[in-house]
């Protein structure tokens, strides 16, 4: 495997998983592992704390992309496997399911207006990730799944069941949760899962062309009108259980691990 770039952020840390490049008010965050299809990882989560926790106060738009083929193929098996073999009761678990809400919560919050830049696939947890953002575009010929069902996991990773029931509505997202079912970009701008396709040719014009409105927005009016939709959107959901995300993550796969064992 070839060693990735590493990233210098801040004062001394390194960060492993991402890439990030800055031009005027437009912060730009790149899932950077691609040969392993930006799969989500603790580091990556920790890398994506770190610099959304001292992102500058004059940044408008944080961009979130991928390096590489696809967006993000969601998270790391083979890490919750380790997490297993560690703690069979799943604290690791437990551990990386808080990391992973708070992430997306960060998103969601950032004072900044997010937005997601989507192209080839995007599964699970980068699913969870892209819907965080406010806006968010797809290349006409990405797509989209979310396998956790076939592989015995519960929809309970950094809040996505909550946010995509919002966005797409109940009936549809049942649908594509107990099928696991492969969906398109043009489906899933008729979900308004995404708001927009282009050409993937096109996606970085696509980010442009809604960047450049927002950054001449005055800040504060842009702070306080991002508050207010994400006070108005929260109010319509009847109850939001995504802060047991971590729980139900854990105790579905330490029992799963254990039949596994015994079995």
Not at 74 to 94: M, N, W, Y
Not at 172 to 200: D, H, N, W, Y
Not at 208 to 219: E, L
């Amino acid at each position: 495997m070839t060693a990735l770039p590493r990233t210098a952020f801040g004062d001394d840390r390194i960060l492993k998983t991402l890439r990030i490049h800055r031009q005027g008010p437009v912060l730009t965050i790149e899932l950077n592992v691609p040969e392993q299809g930006n799969t989500v990882t603790d580091a990556m989560l920790d890398d994506l704390l770190a610099v959304l926790a001292d992102q500058d106060a004059s940044v408008q738009v944080v961009v979130l992309t991928g390096a590489g083929d696809d967006f993000c193929l969601g998270g790391d098996r083979g890490e919750f496997a380790q997490h297993l073999a560690h703690d069979p009761t799943g604290s690791g678990i437990r551990m990386s399911g808080t990391k992973a809400r708070r992430v997306c919560d960060a998103l969601t919050s950032n004072p900044a207006v997010t937005i997601a830049r989507i192209h080839g696939k995007a599964v699970g947890a980068g699913l969870a990730l892209a819907l965080a953002c406010d806006l968010r575009v797809g290349a006409e010929d990405a797509t989209f799944r979310l396998p956790e069902l076939a592989l015995g996991l519960p929809t309970a990773w950094g809040g996505l069941l909550p946010r995509l029931i919002s966005e797409a509505g109940a009936a549809r997202v049942r649908e594509l949760i107990l099928t696991g079912r492969a969906f398109t970009a043009q489906e899933a701008q008729s979900l308004s899962i995404l708001q927009k396709t282009v050409p993937a040719q096109e996606l970085d014009a696509a980010v442009t062309a809604w960047a450049k409105p927002i950054v001449r927005r005055p800040p504060a009016a842009l702070r306080v009108t991002k508050t207010l939709l994400n006070s108005l959107t929260a109010s319509t959901r009847l109850a939001d259980a995504s802060v047991l995300d971590p729980e139900l993550m854990a105790a579905v796969v330490a029992e799963l691990h254990h039949a596994r064992r015994t079995g």
